[in-house]
């Protein structure tokens, strides 16, 4: 009989690429995918330690995660629990102390080991640990990719540099990575032949991609967008220092490349970018949008922000709202700064207390909110092009995605999931826009 895999996913698209890729790497064991725990002979938590909450999170669910173990154990049943991601990475030997009953800790860099993994806790009876950063990238060993639906997310790029005095990120995932281009075109065409039409590349830092003497992530994006069948590409989550004149560029020369960038900026406040180790101003930030939107003048930008870093006055906070509205963002990610263990941030002096972050988290996200509502509003009469990708509530109905991500439903007769069509927007609904043929 298949036996049944459960996999949760915490953070990033990173984890999610990471997640697919481990059910991939399962299924020639057997493992097919269940949506319940309860079901489950294995049970992957693929973390993420990029915040304390998230951190947490994993803990929590260990705890429920045993009693179903138990449970599952009393009937004779088996139950392997992998935890995975970087809380694995950071704090593997943690989770056994706190949940001795895990029989796999695996770190973003091992999972093509589990295999072996899985057949090691079978016999070892005791758990196993695997957090190295092995020589040999896990890219090499995974089989092909298996598409789900029209769109999907292809890692080119691993770990950073970078080095903001926030992020665990650099300690995670590790130094930065670049595939090949050809493992990347090959993985692109096995998707797009399994009926992909929309590819996301992704990267921690995606546009530092350099996998290809002579080539920038334009460069791959340009051979991408030749394979047949792909209609639509985007790129995240990328760095403002890292976007190059001839990324830039291609914005103007590749239709296929949607008007839609995720380009974090954290803070609008020069103090604070600088503390934050960003190797960018605001200005620098400002000449960028403008460049961009040069190139591609109907672009929308989205970005992350933290509030309540080390030293962030009101003063400065206000820089950050002063920004947001000057840039116009269309839809962002804002959180409150968490000091992460063995960061540089983490020991600064001038933590910000929890009520004065949670106040600014509050105002910020208001702001972005409207901006949001505006950008919503302001697409209806617009004609755009959308992604058909799922089945809508009526039989007559499908829904799909704008080029900004907006969800957008449309009552189209003949129209079909894969399908690109113009459409105009006729209204704005509370979660998504209504669309009619253009
Ligand atoms: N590489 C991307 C960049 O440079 O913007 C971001 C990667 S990180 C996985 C995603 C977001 O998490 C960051 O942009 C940042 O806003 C947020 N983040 C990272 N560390 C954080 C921390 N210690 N506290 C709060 N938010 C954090
Ligand atoms: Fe973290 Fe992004 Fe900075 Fe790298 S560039 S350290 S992933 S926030």
């Given at each position: 009989?298949?036996?049944?895999?459960?996999?949760?996913?915490?953070?990033?698209?990173?984890?999610?690429?990471?997640?697919?890729?481990?059910a991939?790497?399962?299924?020639?064991?057997?493992?097919g995918?269940?949506?319940?725990?309860?079901?489950?002979?294995m049970?992957?938590?693929?973390?993420?330690h990029?915040?304390?909450?998230a951190a947490?999170?994993?803990?929590?669910?260990?705890?429920?995660?045993?009693?179903i173990?138990?449970a599952?154990?009393?009937?004779?049943?088996?139950?392997?629990?992998?935890?995975?991601?970087?809380v694995?990475?950071?704090?593997?030997?943690e989770v056994?102390?706190?949940?001795?009953?895990?029989?796999?800790?695996?770190?973003?860099?091992?999972?093509?080991?589990?295999?072996?993994m899985?057949?090691q806790?079978?016999?070892?009876?005791?758990?196993?640990?695997?957090?190295?950063?092995?020589?040999?990238?896990?890219f090499d060993?995974?089989?092909?990719?298996?598409?789900?639906?029209?769109?999907?997310?292809?890692?080119?790029?691993?770990?950073?540099?970078?080095?903001?005095?926030?992020?665990?990120?650099?300690?995670?995932?590790g130094?930065?990575y670049?595939?090949?281009a050809?493992?990347?075109?090959?993985?692109?065409?096995?998707?797009?032949?399994?009926?992909?039409?929309?590819?996301?590349?992704?990267?921690?830092?995606?546009?530092?991609?350099?996998?290809e003497?002579g080539?920038?992530?334009?460069?791959?994006?340009?051979?991408l967008?030749?394979?047949?069948?792909?209609?639509r590409?985007?790129?995240?989550?990328?760095?403002?220092?890292?976007?190059s004149d001839?990324?830039i560029?291609?914005h103007r020369?590749?239709p296929?490349?949607?008007?839609?960038?995720?380009?974090?900026?954290?803070s609008?406040?020069?103090?604070?970018?600088?503390?934050m180790?960003?190797?960018?101003?605001?200005?620098?930030?400002?000449?960028?949008?403008?460049?961009?939107?040069?190139?591609r003048p109907?672009l929308?930008?989205s970005s992350?922000?933290?509030v309540?870093?080390?030293?962030?006055?009101?003063?400065?906070f206000?820089?950050?709202?002063a920004?947001v509205?000057?840039?116009?963002?269309?839809?962002?990610y804002?959180?409150k700064?968490?000091?992460?263990?063995?960061?540089?941030a983490?020991?600064m002096?001038g933590?910000v207390?929890?009520?004065?972050?949670?106040?600014?988290?509050?105002?910020?996200?208001?702001?972005?909110?409207?901006?949001?509502?505006?950008?919503?509003?302001?697409?209806?009469?617009r004609?755009?092009?959308?992604l058909?990708?799922?089945?809508?509530?009526?039989?007559?109905?499908?829904?799909?995605r704008?080029?900004?991500?907006q969800p957008?439903?449309?009552?189209?007769?003949?129209q079909?999931?894969?399908d690109?069509?113009?459409?105009?927007?006729?209204?704005?609904?509370?979660?998504?826009?209504?669309?009619?043929?253009?």
């Amino acid at each position: 009989m298949a036996k049944r895999l459960f996999i949760k996913t915490f953070g990033c698209q990173m984890n999610v690429y990471d997640s697919a890729r481990m059910a991939d790497v399962l299924a020639p064991l057997g493992y097919g995918p269940t949506d319940r725990p309860d079901d489950a002979d294995m049970v992957i938590l693929n973390t993420c330690h990029i915040r304390e909450k998230a951190a947490e999170k994993v803990f929590s669910d260990l705890g429920r995660l045993r009693k179903i173990k138990e449970a599952r154990a009393a009937e004779g049943l088996p139950m392997v629990l992998a935890v995975a991601g970087c809380v694995a990475q950071a704090e593997g030997e943690e989770v056994l102390r706190r949940a001795p009953f895990v029989d796999i800790v695996l770190g973003p860099q091992t999972y093509h080991r589990l295999p072996e993994m899985v057949a090691q806790a079978a016999r070892a009876g005791g758990a196993v640990l695997d957090t190295e950063f092995p020589t040999e990238p896990k890219f090499d060993f995974l089989p092909e990719a298996r598409a789900e639906g029209t769109n999907a997310f292809l890692a080119i790029q691993e770990g950073c540099d970078r080095f903001c005095t926030f992020c665990v990120v650099p300690y995670t995932r590790g130094a930065e990575y670049s595939r090949p281009a050809a493992a990347v075109l090959a993985e692109a065409a096995a998707l797009a032949a399994q009926g992909v039409r929309e590819i996301t590349v992704i990267g921690q830092n995606v546009n530092a991609w350099h996998g290809e003497p002579g080539w920038d992530l334009g460069t791959l994006l340009t051979a991408l967008a030749k394979i047949d069948g792909i209609e639509r590409l985007r790129y995240t989550t990328s760095h403002p220092r890292d976007m190059s004149d001839s990324l830039i560029a291609v914005h103007r020369d590749l239709p296929e490349l949607m008007p839609f960038l995720h380009l974090p900026v954290q803070s609008g406040s020069n103090r604070i970018l600088t503390a934050m180790n960003r190797g960018h101003d605001r200005d620098q930030y400002r000449r960028l949008a403008d460049r961009l939107r040069e190139a591609r003048p109907d672009l929308a930008l989205s970005s992350d922000f933290i509030v309540g870093f080390p030293g962030e006055t009101d003063a400065d906070f206000a820089d950050t709202l002063a920004l947001v509205a000057e840039i116009g963002f269309v839809q962002t990610y804002s959180f409150k700064y968490s000091p992460r263990p063995g960061t540089p941030a983490a020991a600064m002096e001038g933590q910000v207390p929890e009520p004065v972050k949670e106040a600014r988290l509050a105002e910020l996200q208001a702001l972005l909110y409207r901006q949001t509502e505006a950008f919503n509003q302001a697409c209806v009469g617009r004609e755009m092009t959308v992604l058909l990708d799922r089945p809508g509530r009526y039989a007559d109905q499908l829904l799909g995605r704008s080029p900004y991500m907006q969800p957008v439903h449309v009552r189209a007769p003949g129209q079909r999931i894969g399908d690109v069509v113009r459409l105009r927007i006729a209204a704005v609904h509370p979660n998504s826009l209504e669309a009619v043929p253009a």
